[in-house]
């Protein structure tokens, strides 16, 4: 089954790579706007991005020192941005080294840094139906085009899972593998999440800072391919972006596609939201590759002294 997934996100890469490639040039002449991206522009865009992984890390911070694990901003972030670098490589590299990291260093627990990521997405999802409504609503009471059926859907499905907190979890076993350590952490997640109002309080501002930070960077794409969107669709499509970038099928192509999907069902056109998500992605890789790399450089060598 593992084997099975890991084949599954390659082929997912590839082909989503190959498509995006493929389609950017055959869009080429509606990307003549791109070229006239301006310094200031790129500076703007590749600063909201630094600015979206500060937040990102300081969720960690938050996270790990509630189960009493000191660790710090400066940590967090050269462990987020080296993994924003491995991640690029299928099989989730970045994930496993963060945990790897975490385990050797901290002493941290597989299923424990597992249910607090758990516990993030959880809320990532919830945050994204929540904001995904109130645009949808804002599209409709403005008289834009809002006929989007899939994305109603999907918004109210991810509202109603809030009623995972009051579900009771079995309990779960370290011993049974990794899947008991998963079900493990998450039970323990969401049971600290219960006790702690006050901290899920600081991540979900947290989130919506966040939220607010990929919406303007997104907004900066839209206006540089000539496609500038209103605020109600940025409110849908910036927590989509974030929910995307927690999974691996959104690889390279595929979360173009999606977004590019929920602009054409928002009422504008596909090529418009995979120009802006393709903006988004390159300052993503520049920076990645370059911030990522010595961050990378610096984790590998704290986990050798620690070895």
């Known amino acids: 089954m593992r084997r099975a997934w890991k084949v599954l996100e390659i082929l997912l890469t590839v082909v989503g790579t190959v498509w995006l490639l493929r389609y950017l040039y055959e869009q080429r002449g509606e990307l003549a706007a791109v070229t006239d991206l301006s ?7 590749g600063i909201s991005v630094l600015a979206t992984w500060a937040v990102n890390s300081y969720q960690s911070v938050v996270l790990f020192r509630s189960q009493g694990v000191t660790i710090g901003a400066w940590e967090s972030f050269l462990l987020l941005m080296s993994a924003s670098l491995l991640n690029y490589i299928p099989m989730r590299i970045g994930t496993v080294l963060r945990l790897r990291y975490m385990r050797r260093v901290h002493g941290v627990e597989y299923s424990r840094s597992l249910g607090l990521i758990v516990l993030r997405m959880f809320l990532v999802a919830w945050i994204s139906a929540l904001l995904a409504l109130v645009g949808l609503l804002a599209l409709r009471f403005g008289g834009a085009a809002s006929d989007s059926p899939a994305v109603l859907v999907l918004s109210v499905g991810l509202v109603f899972s809030a009623l995972l907190f009051f579900i009771p979890l079995p309990a779960g076993d370290q011993n049974t593998g990794m899947a008991g350590q998963f079900l493990l952490g998450f039970s323990s997640a969401i049971a600290m999440a219960k006790e702690r109002r006050d901290l899920v ?3 979900v501002f947290l989130l919506l800072a966040q939220t607010a930070i990929v919406a303007f960077r997104l907004h900066l ?5 000539g496609n500038p969107m209103d605020w109600p669709i940025l409110v849908i499509v910036a927590p989509l972006a974030i929910l995307l970038s927690l999974f691996f099928f959104a690889s390279l192509g ?4 999606l977004i590019g999907g929920v602009i054409a069902a928002t009422g ?6 995979v120009f802006a998500a393709s903006v988004d992605r390159g300052a993503l890789i520049v920076l990645s590759f370059t911030f990522g790399s010595v961050a990378t450089v610096l984790v590998l060598r704290r986990l050798r002294a620690v070895n």
């Open 268 to 273: 504008s056109e596909f090529s418009a939201g």
């Open 254 to 257: 595929i979360r173009e596609a």
């Open 221 to 225: 794409a839209f206006t540089v391919t």
């Open 201 to 203: 309080g600081v991540l």
């Open 39 to 45: 310094a200031t522009m790129s500076l703007l865009i």
